[in-house]
């Protein structure tokens, strides 16, 4: 099992950039996939980004292609989200989540991942 932290979450205009991270511990760390996912007030929980445990496949939603990358540091036991282009329709809070999955990658819902951080939020004004 791993715990996740992240962090990077804050307040942005519209246009603009932030890069969360997400802090793993655990020596199976690279065996697990991982993904960030979103909830808005009122809105279910939502996938935006998932990578495989060697980091060789990635997919994220619709929503975000083209403005966020998700990558991952194994030596570092570490996961970014690149965001750009930030949009007030990203506002949310922010989840690090973790699954054990060598070398495959579920799909990215929530349902698929049973070890989630704490959040933290992004706000993007307009």
């Known amino acids: 099992q791993v715990q996740l932290v992240e962090s990077g979450g804050g307040l942005v205009q519209a246009g603009g950039s932030l890069r969360l991270s997400c802090a793993a511990s655990?020596?199976?760390?690279?065996?697990?996939?991982i993904g960030w996912f979103r909830q808005a007030p009122g809105k279910e929980r939502e996938g935006v980004s998932c990578?495989?445990?060697?980091?060789?496949?990635?997919v994220h939603a619709d929503s975000v292609k083209g403005r966020f990358t998700i990558s991952r540091d194994n030596a570092k036991n570490t996961i970014h989200l690149q965001m750009n282009s930030l949009k007030p329709e990203d506002t949310a809070v922010y989840y690090c989540?973790?699954?054990?999955?060598?070398?495959?990658?579920?799909?990215?819902?929530?349902?698929?991942?049973?070890?989630w951080g704490q959040g933290t939020q992004v706000t993007v004004s307009s």
């Open positions: 990578i495989s445990s060697n980091g060789g496949r990635t």
């Open positions: 989540a973790a699954q054990f999955y060598e070398n495959f990658l579920p799909r990215c819902v929530s349902s698929a991942f049973h070890s």
């Open positions: 655990g020596r199976t760390f690279r065996s697990y996939a």
